[in-house]
């Protein structure tokens, strides 16, 4: 089966379905609004505007995200940046420093909190991920942008200590811990934008 990006939500096919937890076992596919439209650019749907615009040779071929909040709905912005980046085929390298690093393990994944400022608004943020069929689970959203072959998720190294966070107990779509000079020198400095969340 196969889902598709509509106005940055996960859709399913005729015939596909989420669970009632928002999982979408499936590989999704870009709908018309990121296909290249007339004069070859492709352009991103209202809820992410301003994110990504790519011609049909992809000028923008490296991004770089560093990404310090743990919270769900923090996280939601700069996955879906990586998503939408990756599935058009832009390597997408994203570091998660601070509090963050923590959402690369199982335990850090499963138990992010939406931020305290919304939290009155939390289950109606959630019912519209399901009625968008987004995935809900932020894990899931972490194992579908790897799938696209484009993203690697690193975890800062001295986060990392901070926070207790060995790579033996990173999740498997982690590519590993690193030093944030390297991911600096390495990865932001050599791609065409780097994004800050």
């Known amino acids: 089966m196969t889902a598709a990006l509509r106005e940055g939500s996960f859709v399913p096919p005729s015939g596909g379905n989420a669970t009632a937890k928002g999982e979408i076992i499936m590989e999704p596919t870009p709908r018309e609004s990121l296909q290249p439209k007339t004069g070859g650019a492709a352009v991103a749907s209202p809820h992410l505007v301003g994110a990504i615009e790519t011609t049909p040779d ?18 939601y912005t700069p996955l879906t940046f990586a998503y939408v980046a ?58 579908l942008i790897k ?38 020198e390495e990865k932001a400095l050599k791609a065409n934008h780097t994004q800050y969340f």
């Open 58 to 75: 992809h000028g923008l071929k490296r991004m770089a995200i560093v990404i310090r909040d743990d919270a769900y709905d923090r996280l």
């Open 86 to 143: 990756a599935k058009q085929g832009v390597e997408v390298d994203l570091l998660f420093v601070l509090w963050a690093v923590r959402v690369l393990t199982e335990k850090g994944a499963s138990a992010v909190k939406i931020d305290r400022q919304h939290v009155d608004d939390e289950q109606w943020f959630k019912e519209r991920v399901l009625r968008d069929k987004d995935l809900l689970k932020i894990h899931d959203f972490i194992k």
């Open 147 to 184: 799938r696209t072959g484009h993203a690697r998720f690193y975890g800062c190294k001295l986060a990392a200590a901070t926070f207790d966070v060995d790579e033996s107990r990173l999740i498997p779509e982690a590519d590993g811990i690193v030093d944030s000079l390297w991911f600096l």
